[in-house]
């Protein structure tokens, strides 16, 4: 928001001295988000003068316009500057920078020779001045304006203020006016506020100014209307109004709906202005019908919504309520009967049509943000007379005012509750003394305050909002530097501790975390063939991925692929999250509501409804999983890294080595010849291996691209783990290695091995597989070194080879398998 100190001068006193730094200070105390103030007094240096036009003559042998110019500046002799404007004529005041001023961004002003004349100063637009970005023509000074030639122009035209620009934050929607920030401002400086909120105002009359009709008062719960007839239409708008308006910017538009303008910026009550003339028969205010259309002032024709507000007459919609109006009603230049409306609208209604149809006006935002319902007859009165004053007419003697008035809510506050969680000793006296300076009805007790906000705070709801008041006008600054002491807890939950550690394992082992989305598109899901259906959105972020993820696949490859967009070759990423499975035949229940709770028999269907959402881990890889360089060649990633991340995964889990199952799986998206189930017990949990090629294709990324998904809410959470037992007799080490068919997975032959072998077995660990020379066709080796050891004596080998040959004859009984030389 943007405005000038001068206009807060009128409501609140202020030091004459105040310094832009001091504003700054005082204003980021009170928790206002200061962008920038700007003296504007400082923003032009050197002479800036009124200047009178005299004559000009045109320079007709240049391309393009040039005048030569004598001006009255209020010296001796004129001055004679060269323009290129051509918006001005003899008589005209104009605003003149005399040689050796400095404009606004360090153009400094001399005497130099141009065009073939001797040019003394410039004739200034308010582009050039920095007063707005107009800069069509220069600026021509209303003839009423109270200046000679060779007077200051600064005060003339604005140049004498302080320029605010301030982001004001979405809880505080009465700061986006002059009205809010002078009332902030007196809170700071301790002095008299002036509220123009409770200026004069004309009640209702039984007799309409003009029939109206709400339909909806839960849309719109206050409609304030009042005509002005016989309004000149070349009135201009005041230069003071402009000034203010321009620094707001703001466009000058016209009188009547600069008015309405002007007083939206000062009291916070945004209004529209029709010509009555245009309008045809009574007005409704209603729900939008879902599909009726509206061009609205900015030439858009908009299809409506049905929780849409709009205006209606006999011809249909003529405003989209609280947000902008419509081209059949607007006020035109040959405008002579004006109908001034201030009405109040429910904010969560106007910031859902804002959003929706992408059209945030100025009065859209401060709805949105709340508006003081009290204001539309105060905003009406000051309309209705500004228009008389400047544009002549007559105000109508009937005042509309439907009004459904709400109960005001009262919070109640245990009194020691501000001092327990700001930690300063807050007296109730002082709690109540603050609470009614922000314009609270307050009661006060030894034990509690009982407080009644203002019709202009609809932010404070609770008591941590009473808090947040006492402590922002007591004072930021007394507030202790001190760390609270944390309160004892439990620690880490079972599944936050193995969450923690899967992702600590995956990044040791060189993946990089990433958090993607959980949307994902239709064509996306038919691609990686993900299980399906899916959740729906009913208002999704973007219509191109409109479901939600039921597989962190398709975020992790997107991922993937922008990296690999970026020239990153090796790239190597996982994430942990929820997916979201809907439940097979469950049906959501209607809308329930938010009045209360809803029936038994609805919450139940509503608890149905909700996707089942488990925890996964996924990882996706490609390109060297050890670099290659003048070292040697590296290794390219693989289905085996892959399936190795889920092992990690399992481990880091605490799923113990012999639980962990990982046998041969046909499952799209992955490469059928190279997909690992990953089971836990014999529950499948996951899938790791490469992906098929077309799916590679399809989203071009590399062929041979791997990816692994864990499940990890289906992993039992582990038990206490017991302490390990170490054995101090010496291990014996025998290798062993067996021919078999090449289709027997070696997981398969290592759970024979460590069956036959018996109590003694240690671990078994696959060392080499070989196929080629030596070896039959359509078989392979696979040696296996195994570590037995007894915990109580030392083994015998007689003992070690026993269980060597009983392990080895389980293998051969089971799959074939022949001792490799033997």
């Not at 410039?122 to 001045?129: Q, T």
């Not at 030596?774 to 080998?797: H, M």
Request: overall charge negative.
């Amino acid at each position: 928001m943007k405005l000038g100190l001068s206009w807060l001068r009128e409501h609140v006193t202020l030091p004459a001295t105040v310094t832009a730094s001091e504003l700054d200070s005082a204003l980021t105390d009170l928790g206002i988000e200061v962008e920038h103030i700007v003296d504007q007094r400082e923003s032009v240096r050197g002479e800036l003068v009124v200047g009178r036009v005299l004559t000009i003559e045109e320079l007709k042998e240049f391309k393009k316009p040039i005048r030569f110019v004598t001006l009255d500046i209020g010296r001796s002799a004129p001055q004679e500057v060269i323009c290129g404007a051509t918006n001005f004529a003899e008589g005209d005041l104009v605003v003149v920078i005399l040689p050796g001023g400095v404009l606004p961004g360090g153009f400094e002003v001399g005497s130099r020779k141009t065009y073939g004349r001797v040019s003394n100063g410039m004739i200034c637009s308010a582009r050039e001045l920095g007063i707005s970005d107009e800069h069509a023509g220069i600026i021509v000074l209303d003839p009423s304006v109270e200046a000679k030639p060779g007077d200051d122009a600064r005060p003339v035209v604005g140049l004498d203020d302080i320029g605010l620009t301030l982001e004001i934050t979405p809880d505080r929607g009465y700061q986006m006016s002059v009205r809010g920030v002078a009332r902030e401002l007196a809170h700071a400086y301790k002095q008299k506020f002036s509220d123009p909120g409770f200026g004069p105002r004309t009640e209702g009359t039984k007799k309409p100014a003009y029939p109206v009709s709400i339909e909806d008062t839960a849309g719109c719960d206050r409609f304030a209307a009042r005509m002005v007839r016989g309004v000149d239409p070349k009135a201009v708008t005041p230069d003071f109004m402009r000034r203010r308006l321009t620094t707001a910017g703001i466009r000058v538009l016209g009188l009547p709906i600069d008015i309405t303008n002007y007083v939206m910026l000062e009291l916070g009550q945004p209004m529209h202005a029709f010509d009555a003339d245009r309008l045809k028969g009574g007005l409704v205010v209603r729900r939008a019908k879902e599909g009726e259309k509206l061009t609205t002032l900015d030439g858009v024709q908009r299809t409506l919504a049905a929780e849409d507000m709009v205006i209606c007459d006999d011809t249909g919609p003529i405003s989209l309520a609280a947000v902008m109006g419509g081209t059949t009603s607007e006020v035109e230049p040959t405008t002579v009967n004006v109908l001034f409306e201030a009405a109040h609208w429910d904010p969560a209604m106007v910031g859902r049509t804002a959003r929706r149809h992408k059209l945030f006006s100025e009065a859209a935002k401060r709805w949105e943000r709340g508006v003081d319902r009290n204001l539309c007859l105060v905003a009406i009165e000051r309309a209705v007379n500004l228009l008389v004053e400047h544009g002549g007419g007559k105000a109508g003697a009937e005042v509309l005012d439907l009004n459904h008035p709400q109960q005001p809510t009262m919070i109640s506050m245990a009194a020691d509750k501000p001092t327990k969680l700001i930690g300063v000793d807050y007296s109730v006296d002082r709690i109540a003394d603050i609470l009614t300076e922000v314009g609270c009805d307050v009661a006060a007790y030894d034990d509690r305050v009982d407080v009644i906000p203002p019709s202009w705070r609809p932010d404070l709801r609770q008591p941590a909002d009473l808090v947040e008041e006492v402590v922002r006008l007591d004072g930021f600054a007394k507030v202790p530097s001190v760390l609270p002491i944390a309160p004892p807890g439990n620690g880490l939950t079972p599944q936050q501790r193995r969450r923690r550690s899967v992702g600590r394992t995956l990044a040791e082992q060189g993946y990089v975390e990433v958090i993607t989305f959980p949307f994902v598109s239709a064509s996306m899901m038919d691609t990686l063939s993900v299980p399906s259906p899916a959740v729906r959105l009913a208002n999704p972020l973007s219509e191109e991925e409109p479901f939600m993820r039921t597989s962190l696949l398709p975020g992790l490859l997107g991922a993937l692929k922008r990296n690999l967009g970026r020239g990153n070759r090796d790239v190597a990423l996982y994430e942990q999250g929820l997916v979201f499975l809907p439940a097979e035949g469950a049906v959501a229940p209607p809308v329930m509501g938010v009045a209360g709770r809803p029936e038994e028999t609805l919450w139940d269907k509503a608890n149905e409804a909700v996707p089942r959402q488990p925890l996964m881990a996924a990882a996706v890889l490609t390109g060297e999983a050890e670099r290659s360089g003048w070292w040697g060649q590296g290794r390219a990633a693989s289905w085996a890294d892959a399936v190795q991340a889920a092992r990690d995964v399992l481990a880091a889990a605490s799923v113990p080595a012999a639980d962990i199952e990982v046998t041969q799986l046909v499952s799209e998206p992955f490469h059928p010849g190279r997909c690992a189930q990953i089971s836990v017990a014999g529950r499948p949990v996951g899938r790791a291996g490469e992906l098929h090629p077309a799916v590679c294709a399809a989203l071009d990324l590399p062929r041979g691209t791997s990816a692994m998904e864990i499940e990890l809410d289906a992993v039992p959470l582990p038990a206490v783990t017991p302490p390990p037992k170490f054995s101090g007799y010496p291990p014996a080490l025998i290798d062993v290695a067996l021919i078999l068919p090449s289709s027997v997975p070696a997981a398969e032959v290592e759970r024979a091995l460590t069956e036959g072998a018996g109590d003694l077995l240690e671990s078994v660990r696959l060392f080499d597989v070989y196929a080629g020379k030596g070896i039959e066709d359509g078989k392979r080796s696979l040696a296996y070194s195994l570590t037995f050891r007894a915990p109580d004596r030392t083994l015998k080998v007689e003992e070690a080879v026993a269980a060597r040959d009983a392990a080895v004859a389980v293998a051969a009984q089971r799959f074939g398998a022949v001792l490799r030389g033997a």
